[in-house]
């Protein structure tokens, strides 16, 4: 699967395990992964530095951390992103509101789906 072929993508994700995974899954698909990172301090230096053309967030982040600082950062940039989380879309803050949730477990098709559809719509296709 070369879908992603060269697109940036950074991982924001502080467990391992699913962090390991992501960034295996969207290799297979030839993304350029960037991360993964689990602070959102480290997030934002990577946006700033490494300019990804797409994101990939888990909402609960380490030390309660929420990555609703990253998706706010993205959103000012241009950046489309993919909320992957197993909280309920309604419950999440308006800083989602452009991106587009992807619902834990999913396939490795659904996250490639998803993120060549935010690609292709921009942020706030939802």
């Known amino acids: 699967m070369s879908a992603l072929r060269g697109v940036r993508v950074l991982v924001v994700e ?8 992501l960034g295996m899954q969207l290799e297979q698909a030839g993304a350029d992964v960037i991360g993964p990172v689990g602070a959102v301090e480290d997030a934002v230096r990577l946006v700033k530095e ?21 998706a706010l950062l993205l959103g000012d940039r ?42 292709s719509a921009g942020p706030a296709g939802n």
């Open 14 to 21: 502080n467990d391992e395990m699913n962090a390991m995974l």
């Open 50 to 70: 490494r300019e990804p053309q797409l994101a990939v967030l888990d909402y609960r982040l380490g030390e309660g951390q929420t990555s609703e600082p990253i």
């Open 78 to 119: 241009g950046i489309p992103f993919v909320l992957a989380t197993g909280a309920v879309a309604d419950t999440m803050p308006a800083a989602f509101r452009n991106g587009y949730i992807l619902t834990k477990p999913y396939l490795a098709e659904d996250l490639v789906r998803t993120l060549i559809s935010a690609r």
